[in-house]
């Protein structure tokens, strides 16, 4: 018996999905070909010792970089008002702290093993790479946060906004008194002073 409805379809699956993992696949083969190739090459110790240091130097990059994003973290939080007696400094990122999430995946491209995982972890330490990449970050983000879709999580974001005279945004929520009634809160009344 048909009802003249057409029949349910499965949700379609995204194209990331899809080839991400083809992807990873594609890169995890040709990392243990150019390993190989590299091993036959110039010997499997010469890879090894290759393997190990790339472990070594991309540890001590993320070592370096996350206490870099710790420094500065230390140093906005001082800079902050809320202290009594203390004025606002002015709000300006503290040198370096561009590029710390490159870095920090620099040097986790490096410990992974492989030949093209340490050459893009290497090129990511270079800092003009580094500010290529983030300013493209950048534009796409800004763009992706623009053109959300109702629903979206840049929606969200957009709706937890609180813009403030000034221009600055402030991250928040409104709370509304819904009283009605003019006059004094009950909870707002006059306390008797505390005596020791």
């Given at each position: 018996m048909t009802t003249g409805t057409p029949p349910p379809t499965a949700p379609r699956r995204s194209r990331a999905r899809t080839f991400v993992p083809l992807a990873i696949a594609a890169w995890a083969v040709l990392e243990i070909w150019l390993l190989t190739l590299v091993a036959d090459v110039a010997g499997g110790f010469t890879v090894l010792l290759l393997l190990i240091g790339g472990v070594?130097?991309?540890?001590?990059?993320?070592?370096?970089?996350?206490?870099?994003?710790?420094?500065?973290?230390?140093?906005?939080?001082?800079?902050?008002?809320?202290?009594?007696?203390?004025?606002?400094?002015?709000?300006?990122?503290?040198?370096?702290?561009?590029?710390?999430?490159?870095?920090?995946?620099?040097?986790?491209l490096l410990i992974i093993p492989g030949m093209i995982s340490d050459v893009a972890g290497l090129l990511l330490l270079v800092p003009p790479v580094r500010a290529t990449l983030g300013r493209y970050a950048e534009r796409s983000l800004d763009r992706r946060m623009r053109t959300g879709a109702p629903g979206s999580l840049s929606d969200a974001f957009q709706q937890a906004r609180i813009h403030r005279p000034d221009g600055k945004v402030v991250q928040g929520e409104v709370i509304r008194d819904t009283e009605t009634q003019p006059g004094p809160r009950p909870d707002s009344s006059p306390r008797p002073p505390l005596t020791p």
């Open positions: 070594v130097l991309g540890s001590a990059v993320m070592k370096a970089a996350g206490r870099r994003a710790f420094r500065n973290l230390t140093e906005t939080l001082q800079r902050m008002p809320g202290r009594p007696g203390e004025a606002a400094a002015p709000s300006t990122a503290p040198s370096g702290s561009e590029g710390n999430g490159f870095l920090m995946l620099g040097g986790l």
